[in-house]
């Protein structure tokens, strides 16, 4: 009953497309392979993150795992270099918003348009999924970051305070509106 009932509130919620198919493609000379993250990727992605986050792994095996799981409307992408993880990114897609809620890339391949590529995929993934907007957060201090959600169009929004709970930095949440104001979606609160 429960579920009829939601289905009839938020019917778009099935519309959502989260199949991908993998591929090969070149970035500035990197021969890279782009494919959907399994939980036999968590190593890897634990790795990654201390290589970028000074030894820190923000994201813990369990919450990596539990993102997996999510399989009907979150996205997450790994991206290989022979077998090398270079780079990853996750997104969760609704019809009102998509939110990406990680994206990395390895100190050696850094600023070489890998990162871009990869926020250029999920915000057109966000388009053919028929969202409003695409949102993250970033730390405020992370200036590099920022440049980078900015050249793409994404737009300072709010400030969340003591966002991260390891070092008590601020986030910013950054907002990109695929949708012109006048035809964005209402949100019903029932
Ligand atoms: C943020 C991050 C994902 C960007 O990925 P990337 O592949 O290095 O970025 P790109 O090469 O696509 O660069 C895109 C833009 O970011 C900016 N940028 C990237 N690296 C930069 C650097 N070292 N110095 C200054 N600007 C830089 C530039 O504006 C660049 O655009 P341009 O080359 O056209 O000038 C990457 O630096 C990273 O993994 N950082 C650590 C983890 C992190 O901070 N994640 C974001 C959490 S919100």
Same mark, same amino acid.
């Given at each position: 009953?429960?579920?009829?009932?939601? @289905?009839?509130? /938020?019917? @778009?919620?099935? @519309? +959502?497309d989260m199949s991908f198919t993998p591929f090969m493609v070149n970035i500035n000379g990197n021969i890279l392979q782009v494919m959907q993250a399994t939980d036999d990727n968590i190593?890897?992605?634990?790795v990654l993150e201390e290589q970028v986050y000074s030894g820190h792994t923000p994201w813990s095996k369990f919450s990596f795992a539990s993102e997996l799981k999510k399989r009907r409307?979150?996205?997450?992408?790994?991206?290989?270099?022979?077998?090398?993880?270079v780079a990853f990114v996750g997104a969760r897609f609704s019809p009102e918003e998509t939110h990406i809620t990680n994206i990395a890339?390895?100190?050696?391949?850094?600023?070489? /348009? +890998?990162?871009r590529y990869l926020m250029q995929m999920m915000i057109e993934r966000a388009r053919e999924n028929d969202s409003d907007c695409v949102s993250l957060e970033v730390r405020t201090d992370n200036e590099i970051a920022q440049r980078l959600y900015q050249s793409l169009g994404f737009k300072g929004n709010f400030i969340r305070?003591?966002?991260?709970?390891?070092? /008590?930095?601020?986030?910013?949440?950054?907002?990109?509106?695929?949708?012109? /104001? @006048?035809i964005r979606r209402k949100k019903f609160t029932f």
């Open positions: 009953m429960l579920k009829k009932f939601n @289905q009839f509130f /938020h019917p @778009q919620v099935n @519309q +959502i190593p890897d992605l634990l409307n979150s996205l997450y992408l790994v991206v290989y270099n022979a077998s090398t993880l890339v390895a100190p050696s391949f850094q600023n070489q /348009h +890998i990162g305070k003591n966002y991260y709970q390891d070092t /008590h930095t601020d986030a910013m949440n950054m907002v990109l509106w695929l949708k012109p /104001h @006048q």
